[in-house]
């Protein structure tokens, strides 16, 4: 009997921390020590799911957050919650999972990410709710307890990323991500810090230490205060979608599709021009966005550009790839990164110096905004979560079993009809609520958080049917039919949780 069991089922093996020295990890050794324990990654996932359905809802019950001028408390604390709660929370957990597997190293420490999660879902969620209330104080406190989970999670993925045994683009474009992402953080704490009044004279306020640290506040206070509020805003709304979210979607991307779609980069030249270009034109629309600088499309060209550089090696990898039928994790992900088409042509159109600020063009950045959150940005996470839930799972339930069990493929964990249905009410949510902002239409955009909504709905079928996995594994014994039989047990895929290698065991007695 031969069994060729999955390198990635013993997943005890731990490496020495600290750099791998090159040619001391054979193949085996290094993927068998990637994967991070499913529970870590998917209660991450779970509470961001939760959090976009909370978005959703609120878009419904108060249609006015997206039909006004988004610089009012309400566009912000939903903003936040759809930024911080769904795409942050999600983007951690499955960096968690990802990053180790993707760079074939271990995740430095799971125990420091379990205290990220507590740190950071009360930090978010006291943040979304104090800036509602528009109590910038407290937005502070809640934010400084962001800033340290975010501290800790670079820090977790810093030192993941030190081990990494090959360096490659990957990992410079997860790199340069959390830089822009501990950036953000900076910007947006040193935005509500100018927004505080410091009035208190007495008491705690004039104890040794609290005298110095008013003092510093007040500082970047006066430093912040000399630039105009919009610019700065954008300036820090540009530096986390772009610099962290769409970063982050360009570089995983060049390990994903290759492990999902089963084929190759095409030239590794091109990849690494777009991921370049890509940050040049961030760091420049930052600063001209920031100085309202007529150099703004200059820079806003050159990240575009990056983006189509991007988009042709896509376009590259798609044609030469082995496996001709895409499924709808795949299809989402790729309408997401399709979307990028109008999202930057509105960005191009925005950035324009002269711009007149009427009315038209200042509903026109909200929808610029939306559809760059929820047309890119979410559509992107969903779609990659329609494949890496699954996985996860089938990881926790049935990775034991392999070899001695048949076990059912990741594809059969998911209802395809559900999925197909909710890539089509979430376009047409997508359009209605588009067209609905720039016309101010309350019940459209109504219409359009129901259509949305029903697309989380599908998406929520799908996570149960995925989940019932855990209560009823749907294992059967091997069938004994002389020897001639070849048990072909495998999830089908490249398996972002098994290291990119097929989780597949093949018993031929
Ligand atoms: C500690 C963390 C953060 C704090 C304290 C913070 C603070 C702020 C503040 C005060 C504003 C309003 C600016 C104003 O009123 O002039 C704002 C807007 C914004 N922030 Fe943050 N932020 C944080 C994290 C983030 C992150 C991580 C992202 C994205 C990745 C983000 C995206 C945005 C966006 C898109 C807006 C614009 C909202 C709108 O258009 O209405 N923020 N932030």
């Not at 001209?288 to 050159?302: E, G, Q």
């Not at 329609?386 to 996985?391: A, G, N, Q, T, W």
């Not at 609520?433 to 101010?440: D, P, Q, T, V």
């Not at 996570?463 to 996995?469: A, D, I, L, R």
Request: with cysteine; hydrophobic share 50%.
């Amino acid at each position: 009997m031969e069994a060729a069991l999955p390198r990635s089922v013993a997943l005890e093996e731990r490496r020495v921390p600290g750099r791998p020295k090159p040619g001391l990890t054979s193949p085996g050794t290094t993927v068998r020590a990637t994967a991070t324990s499913v529970s870590l990654p998917l209660r991450f996932m779970l509470t961001g799911l939760m959090a976009f359905v909370v978005s959703v809802g609120w878009i419904f019950i108060k249609p006015s957050i997206l039909a006004t001028y988004h610089y009012n408390q309400y566009v912000i604390a939903a903003t936040h919650l759809v930024v911080l709660g769904f795409v942050c929370t999600v983007v951690m957990g499955a960096m968690y999972q990802l990053v180790p597997v993707a760079l074939e190293t271990k995740l430095y420490s799971e125990r420091l990410a379990k205290w990220q999660f507590i740190i950071h879902v009360i930090s978010f969620t006291g943040m979304v709710w104090m800036f509602n209330v528009w109590n910038m104080k407290h937005v502070g406190h809640f934010g400084s307890g962001l800033a340290l989970g975010v501290g800790l999670f670079v820090y977790n993925m810093a030192r993941t990323l030190w081990r990494v045994p090959k360096w490659n683009l990957v990992a410079t474009a997860i790199t340069a991500a959390l830089v822009w992402f501990s950036l953000t953080i900076f910007a947006g704490l040193a935005i509500a810090t100018a927004k505080c009044a410091y009035e208190a004279t007495e008491g705690l306020a004039t104890a040794d230490g609290v005298k110095e640290m008013i003092n510093g506040l007040q500082m970047v206070a006066s430093v912040v205060s000399r630039f105009d509020a919009i610019g700065a805003m954008h300036a820090h709304a540009h530096l986390g979608v772009v610099g962290f979210f769409v970063l982050l979607i360009v570089g995983v991307s060049y390990r994903l599709v290759p492990m999902f779609m089963l084929t190759e980069l095409q030239s590794k030249r091109r990849a690494t021009i777009s991921v370049l270009l890509l940050n040049i034109g961030l760091a420049g629309s930052v600063v001209t966005i920031l100085l309202r600088s007529d150099w703004k499309p200059v820079f806003a060209t050159v990240a575009v550009a990056g983006l189509a550089v991007f988009g042709w090696e896509l376009r590259a990898m798609l044609r030469a790839r082995k496996r001709p039928v895409l499924d709808w994790g795949l299809k989402s992900f790729l309408v997401a990164v399709g979307m990028l088409i109008p999202v930057c042509a509105l960005a191009l159109v925005l950035s324009w110096p002269r711009l007149p600020m009427n009315q038209f063009f200042s509903l026109l950045e909200n929808v610029y905004g939306f559809l760059g959150l929820f047309g890119v940005v979410a559509l992107a996470i969903l779609g990659m979560l329609h494949k890496i839930l699954p996985f996860l799972v089938w990881f926790g339930v049935y990775s034991p079993h392999v070899g001695r069990a048949q076990l059912p493929l990741t594809t059969q964990m998911v209802s395809e009809r559900a999925q197909r249905i909710g890539l089509i009410t979430y376009l047409v949510g997508l359009a209605i609520i588009s067209i609905a902002i720039l016309r101010e239409n309350e019940l459209g955009l109504r219409i359009g958080a129901v259509a949305l909504f029903t697309s989380l709905l599908c998406f929520g079928w799908n996570v149960v049917q995925v989940f019932s996995h855990f209560r009823r594994p749907q294992i059967k014994p091997l069938s004994t039919d002389g020897g001639k039989a070849r048990h072909s047990v495998r999830t089908d895929e490249e398996s972002p949780v098994s290291g990119g290698q097929r989780t597949a065991c093949s018993t031929t007695k």
